[in-house]
């Protein structure tokens, strides 16, 4: 018997549509007991050892996917920062400005930062 498969979904839209939305999609392997209940409990149960090995598995997955999310959200961020200054330069503006806001950007990439009004 085949193992059978789940599949993961992460989808990112962005909500000023300046980067278009992707999708990325995983199959990810279930466990026999969850799928193959009514067969003998000896049969259908995993041992430690086979319930180790499924969550390692699991954990290796579930890092590939993060870094293939990581891997398209700062690509899009790039091309982003490159239209903005793209829209935005070309009067000779105060690059220290930006260089400092880019770096405080990438200090607390994937964090939510409420900024105060000056």
């Known amino acids: 018997m085949a193992p059978s498969t789940t599949t993961f979904t992460a989808t990112y839209t962005n ?3 300046l980067s278009p ?6 199959d990810v392997p279930t466990t026999s007991t969850s799928t193959n209940s009514s067969t003998s409990s000896s049969s ?4 430690t050892s086979d319930r ?4 390692h598995e699991l954990r290796q997955i579930a890092a590939t996917f993060q870094d293939d999310i990581n891997r398209e959200l700062t ?6 920062n490159k239209r903005a200054g793209q829209s935005g330069g070309g009067g000779g503006g105060d690059q220290s400005k930006e260089k400092e806001a880019e770096a405080k950007e990438e200090e607390n990439y994937g964090e939510e930062v409420v900024e105060e009004d000056e």
């Open 15 to 17: 909500s000023t549509n």
């Open 21 to 26: 939305a992707f999708t990325l999609t995983k």
């Open 44 to 47: 259908s149960e995993m041992t």
């Open 52 to 55: 180790a090995k499924y969550l």
């Open 75 to 80: 690509q899009r961020m790039e091309e982003d």
